[in-house]
């Protein structure tokens, strides 16, 4: 596999369930990042980790919970979440210390909370 | 802080006609500028980015774009469009000292015609 996975492609979940969005990035980077895209609206960054460190969090509700082991995995943990989380999950990463560098996008998980 | 604003959430060009599309940012320190294309289901991929060096940038697929700093803006084109440009388009600002925040437009999604 090259460049940003994310698993799975497409998720219909309930508002009690609790389920986990994957991400995994080949480039040898040191940051990954989550991004939420819901219809007319910008990318809204919700999360940042650098060097496995959290260092953003937008102010994103506590019925998103990430996680990242080690540089190369991302998860995003979702319990108990509403109708209007439904969206399109992007997952990025980038290699810090360059300046703002380019950062490679996952081909994202399709959310849809019944 | 930064801004970006993309003018015109639709664009429909014909096939070999020339693309234009519009961005304007705001941004306290000097800006990092990026274009990024998103085809249906999948992730963005960049197409070009502008980080201080030549003021006319040029990107995969035939795209170009020149960075005004007295316009405030980044618009991107391509002399003649192909079918397989029909895509959204994102502008994204990024302050030189601020990596990993990217600040993403609205969007443009292009329509090219026969």
């Known amino acids: 596999e090259t460049g940003v996975t994310q698993t799975p492609r497409h998720l219909v979940m309930g508002m009690t369930n609790k389920k986990s969005l994957k991400c995994e990035q080949h480039?040898?980077?040191?940051?990954m990042y989550w991004y939420k895209q819901s219809a007319k609206k910008p990318l809204e960054l919700m999360f940042v980790?650098?060097?496995?460190?959290?260092?953003e969090n937008n102010s994103v509700p506590s019925r998103f919970s990430p996680e990242c082991p080690n540089s190369s995995h991302l998860f995003l943990h979702l319990h108990t979440l509403q109708p209007e989380d439904s969206a399109l999950y992007l997952c990025?990463?980038?290699?810090?210390?360059?300046?703002?560098?380019?950062?490679?996008f996952g081909p994202g998980t399709r959310l849809t909370v019944l | 802080a930064q801004s970006v604003t993309q003018l015109g959430s639709h664009v429909s060009v014909s096939e070999g006609a020339l693309v234009l599309l519009r961005c304007n940012y705001s941004?306290?320190?000097?800006?990092?500028l990026f274009w990024y294309v998103q085809y249906p289901n999948q992730g963005l991929q960049l197409l070009l980015k502008?980080?201080?060096?030549?003021?006319l940038v040029k990107g995969i697929n035939g795209f170009e774009a020149e960075f005004k700093k007295s316009e405030t803006s980044f618009h991107l084109t391509k002399p003649s469009a192909h079918m397989s440009d029909a895509a959204e388009y994102f502008c994204?600002?990024?302050?030189?000292?601020?990596?990993?925040?990217?600040?993403f437009g609205a969007g443009t999604q292009v329509v090219v015609t026969p």
């Open positions: 480039l040898g980077h040191n940051a």
């Open positions: 994204a600002v990024s302050a030189a000292d601020s990596w990993g925040k990217l600040q």
């Open positions: 980790y650098s060097l496995e460190e959290r260092v």
């Open positions: 941004s306290s320190v000097p800006p990092y």
């Open positions: 502008y980080t201080s060096a030549a003021t």
């Open positions: 990025a990463s980038s290699q810090e210390g360059r300046g703002p560098d380019t950062q490679y």
